[in-house]
């Protein structure tokens, strides 16, 4: 595969479209979060078991970025994206009509699978057809979406459950999903062209790097100091600090309104300073934040809950750019889904349920201390990242 750089105006629609799309994506993985206390009482269900469906989805994401390769080197980038965003709605409405616990169980991994297909083809489609220069950019506009679906999940839910039960607002989100899906297909511009489906010889060759393996410990960080924590940021308030729930929830959204301002900066950071200080100190502050927020009294957790989020927005585009650099340009979306597939099942997955699992505990406060701790110490093999770009033999060429 070479570039095949668009139109500036393409590049527009086709950065619009995809981040639209991954909005949905990511909001269908993060609603769970502030609907959790209403769906714990509806169905009499623990800290654990509540948390325990963010393994679900993470089982189903998993799945479906190790399933990505194979689908894209048949349909191109552009039909999988399509699929994936349709595919995602399907499974959200199968859970708004779900009359059972393992029915809404089975309905998650769905969510999880379709979810999955998507980034590896997003990510290559946008990395193929925009400059390399300008990819930190690019990425940081498309990591707009996480930032806007961390907002729009807690307020969406606290305004509509004021109408509406649960599974109307899990069923609108899986409207939109299956229309926005539909629209790529038809009007989307890139993506025109096949992936790499996983062999054993093209996962070897990328397992071997060193770089690979110290990403794949590092996106783990990054997801569970966003979508772990995040995850179960309303139940600790509210069971453990005994804040409302509507409060709760309205702190959530309203804490990553500055991240907004950061997603847009994080770009423009990761192409000043290179990936690796960027990926070096949002690691500290993650650290150091999840500490507080589990460590400090009182009404202080209020402070911690919109400061924790606010770096952890700047790892991603420098993360996607080293990962679009470790792996030959016809094989980045396999370097993304099995990068994200250890980090999504760890982060995404385990970390909620351990949190949970922590809560029913009453030590959900020390939980995050815990998380906090080992995310410091993984700022060890950082140093070690090789950035240089592998030639189509296997060889490297000069990188970054």
Same mark, same amino acid.
């Given at each position: 595969?070479?570039?095949?750089?668009?139109?500036?105006?393409?590049?527009?629609?086709?950065?619009?479209? %995809?981040? $639209?799309?991954?909005?949905?994506?990511?909001?269908?993985?993060?609603?769970?979060?502030?609907? %959790?206390?209403?769906?714990?009482?509806?169905?009499?269900?623990?800290?654990?078991?509540? $948390?325990?469906?963010?393994?679900?989805?993470?089982?189903?994401?998993?799945?479906?970025?190790?399933?990505?390769?194979?689908?894209?080197?048949?349909?191109?980038?552009?039909?999988?994206?399509?699929?994936?965003?349709?595919?995602?709605?399907?499974?959200?409405?199968?859970?708004?009509?779900?009359?059972?616990?393992?029915?809404?169980?089975?309905?998650?991994?769905?969510?999880?699978?379709?979810?999955?297909?998507?980034?590896?083809?997003?990510?290559?489609?946008?990395?193929?057809?925009?400059?390399?220069?300008?990819?930190?950019?690019?990425?940081?506009?498309?990591?707009?979406?996480?930032?806007?679906?961390?907002?729009?999940?807690?307020?969406?839910?606290?305004?509509?459950?004021?109408?509406?039960?649960?599974?109307?607002?899990?069923?609108?989100?899986?409207?939109?999903?299956?229309?926005?899906?539909?629209?790529?297909?038809?009007?989307?511009?890139?993506?025109?062209?096949?992936?790499?489906?996983?062999?054993?010889?093209?996962?070897?060759?990328?397992?071997?790097?060193?770089?690979?393996?110290?990403?794949?410990?590092?996106?783990?960080?990054?997801?569970?100091?966003?979508?772990?924590?995040?995850?179960?940021?309303?139940?600790?308030?509210?069971?453990?600090?005994?804040?409302?729930?509507?409060?709760?929830?309205?702190?959530?959204?309203?804490?990553?309104?500055?991240?907004?301002?950061?997603?847009?900066?994080?770009?423009?950071?990761?192409?000043?300073?290179?990936?690796?200080?960027?990926?070096?100190?949002?690691?500290?502050?993650?650290?150091?934040?999840?500490?507080?927020?589990?460590?400090?009294?009182?009404?202080?957790?209020?402070?911690?809950?919109?400061?924790?989020?606010?770096?952890?927005?700047?790892?991603?585009?420098?993360?996607?750019?080293?990962?679009?650099?470790?792996?030959?340009?016809?094989?980045?979306?396999?370097?993304?889904?099995?990068?994200?597939?250890?980090?999504? %099942?760890?982060?995404?997955?385990?970390?909620?349920?351990?949190?949970?699992?922590?809560?029913?505990?009453?030590?959900?406060?020390?939980?995050?201390?815990?998380?906090?701790?080992?995310?410091?110490?993984?700022?060890?093999?950082?140093?070690?990242?090789?950035?240089?770009?592998?030639?189509?033999?296997?060889?490297?060429?000069?990188?970054?």
């Amino acid at each position: 595969m070479t570039n095949l750089s668009l139109s500036r105006k393409s590049q527009l629609v086709l950065l619009g479209l %995809l981040t $639209g799309i991954f909005l949905l994506n990511f909001l269908s993985r993060v609603v769970l979060a502030p609907l %959790l206390p209403v769906i714990e009482k509806e169905l009499g269900l623990g800290h654990t078991a509540a $948390g325990a469906f963010f393994m679900m989805i993470a089982l189903g994401y998993s799945t479906g970025l190790i399933g990505s390769g194979f689908l894209s080197s048949r349909l191109t980038h552009r039909r999988t994206i399509a699929l994936a965003s349709v595919a995602c709605g399907c499974a959200f409405l199968l859970i708004a009509a779900s009359q059972t616990l393992w029915m809404i169980r089975f309905g998650l991994f769905l969510v999880g699978v379709s979810t999955g297909i998507y980034l590896p083809s997003g990510i290559t489609t946008i990395t193929s057809s925009i400059g390399s220069a300008h990819w930190g950019r690019a990425l940081a506009v498309h990591e707009l979406a996480p930032s806007l679906a961390y907002i729009a999940a807690p307020l969406l839910v606290e305004a509509l459950l004021l109408l509406f039960p649960w599974q109307a607002i899990i069923a609108l989100i899986g409207g939109a999903s299956i229309l926005l899906g539909l629209t790529f297909l038809r009007i989307g511009p890139g993506g025109d062209f096949t992936g790499e489906a996983p062999t054993l010889g093209n996962i070897r060759l990328l397992t071997g790097r060193p770089s690979f393996w110290i990403m794949a410990i590092l996106f783990c960080l990054a997801i569970a100091s966003s979508m772990g924590i995040y995850s179960m940021i309303p139940l600790y308030l509210v069971a453990e600090r005994g804040l409302d729930r509507s409060l709760a929830n309205t702190l959530l959204g309203l804490s990553r309104v500055p991240v907004i301002v950061m997603a847009l900066f994080s770009g423009w950071i990761s192409d000043r300073f290179g990936p690796k200080p960027t990926i070096a100190a949002v690691i500290l502050f993650n650290g150091l934040a999840a500490i507080l927020l589990g460590a400090l009294p009182g009404r202080w957790v209020v402070l911690m809950v919109f400061l924790q989020p606010m770096l952890t927005v700047c790892f991603f585009p420098a993360g996607f750019t080293v990962l679009s650099r470790i792996a030959e340009p016809r094989a980045r979306n396999l370097s993304v889904s099995l990068t994200i597939f250890i980090a999504y %099942l760890i982060g995404a997955g385990l970390i909620p349920t351990l949190l949970g699992i922590f809560g029913d505990a009453g030590m959900f406060g020390i939980s995050f201390i815990l998380v906090g701790a080992v995310t410091l110490l993984c700022l060890l093999p950082i140093g070690r990242l090789d950035l240089t770009e592998p030639k189509k033999d296997g060889g490297p060429i000069a990188g970054a």
